[in-house]
């Protein structure tokens, strides 16, 4: 047996002669004491030891074959799933007016028709309903709620198809929250609604600058209103974006949380992330979590909002691989108007578009360089499952092609061993 090459090894300060191990293909932890490290690392460890670090992915019997399943990956995952995951877009519209929304240079008044909602749900029964395949939706917008109606048009007939076909059906979305108000979750329950993701950018003083509504006034307090009535309700996932300036003021949005009674067991995740403006660049409801930097100040303030939300029980993002939607070949966006993609970033790139929903999808392997991250230099790195090529909405905009990775290495090098330790210290609360 041999070491994995997918693991990272850190010193113990206050147990000399112990190594934290962590394996970033499994995510599991361990402390080793050195002799047994070098043990493992010589191919001479036997017994409880070796059968330990087998079980928790440390030590592998052939690190070729461990580099040629990591290229493949996804090649098996994508013949095994037995998932249909959509993005559905039903308008370009908002009630609010962010300062940093990357939708601004193709915003307004569209809307999803009928006519498009009726091909998307005859397109989805057949080609994935009817096949057996389960079925989740994440409606989006612009602000999905404006599109209510259609909300619960397409749910309620998707849901149905589903049951008639022996399989599951649920949805959720991405909203600004302002209009998710108790009424409208419990009319949406009963048709399959489980979960929404919901932006808040720190306490009022920050949040209404940065997210107000159209008329210019805050729309902090109509969110966490609506939260607190909904919590317990469906999932909800908060987000929220911050600045080099204003991020030490986000801690206090942590204690209004809590004293509206929106606590960590009514959470399904919290994840703070940096607004990194450069070359025209900005950021969304749903793609400014893929975006990563290595400058000292995101990294110290990721961390920071981590430990401060840890230490009130929030359940912030474990450690764990992850990879770009592109990798699964049923995880798709469709846009208003019918045209498909593979991230909400890309749709205001024609050249990005994979197909439409009366033409189907074409082959975008080219255009989307999906083997990118097949090179030496990824699959030999230690941080490759935790990345898998990085955000290609950030090589986009370096290089307005997708013709490199977002290479991770500097950002993990500066923050990973401080991310596990916070994980150890609050075991309770990572999901």
Known sequence: MHLSRYIKAYPCPDRP?????????????????????????DNTITG??????????????????????????????????????????????????????????????????????????????????????????????????????????????L?????????????????????????????????GFVGAKITLDGPPETHDVSRPFVS??????????????????????????????????????????????????????LLFVPIIQKSGEKVGDFGNACACASEPWVIEAGIFLREESLKRGFPAPKVRASACTIEYESDVVINYNGALFKCPAFMSNDSLQIGTLKDGIKDYRESHNIDVWKEDRCLDCAYLPLCFGGCRQMTLLRTEKIE???????????SLERLIRQDLEYRTAVK
């Open 17 to 41: 002669g112990s190594t934290l191990l962590f394996s970033t293909k499994r995510s599991s932890i361990i402390e080793v004491p050195d002799d047994v490290l070098r043990a493992a690392g």
């Open 48 to 157: 409880a030891n070796r059968d330990t670090l087998i079980r928790l992915g440390f030590l592998v019997p052939d690190p070729a074959a461990e580099r040629r399943e990591m290229r493949d990956v996804f090649v098996r995952a994508n013949k095994q799933r037995n998932l249909y995951n959509a993005v559905v877009v039903l308008n370009l519209d908002c009630n609010l007016a962010c300062g940093y929304c990357y939708e601004d240079n193709f915003r307004g008044n569209f809307y999803m028709s009928a006519e498009t909602a009726d091909l998307l749900v005859d397109t989805v029964i057949r080609d994935q309903i009817q096949k057996g395949c389960e079925v989740k939706i994440s409606f989006y917008g612009g602000e999905p709620l404006l599109s209510l109606d259609l909300i619960k048009d397409i749910a309620g007939r």
């Open 159 to 191: 849901g149905t198809a589903a049951r008639q076909n022996g399989t599951k059906f649920s949805f959720s979305m991405i909203s600004n929250g302002t209009l998710l108000s108790r009424p409208v979750v419990e009319e949406l329950l009963p048709l």
């Open 216 to 269: 210019g006034s805050g729309s902090f307090d109509a969110i966490i209103d609506n939260l607190a009535a909904i919590a317990g309700l469906i999932t909800l996932n908060l987000g929220g974006n911050f600045t080099r300036d204003n991020y030490r003021l986000f801690p206090a949005l942590l204690d209004q949380l809590l004293s509206k009674g929106i606590t960590p067991d009514k959470l399904g995740r």
């Open 404 to 414: 490199t990775v977002d290479c991770r290495k500097d950002y993990f090098d500066k």
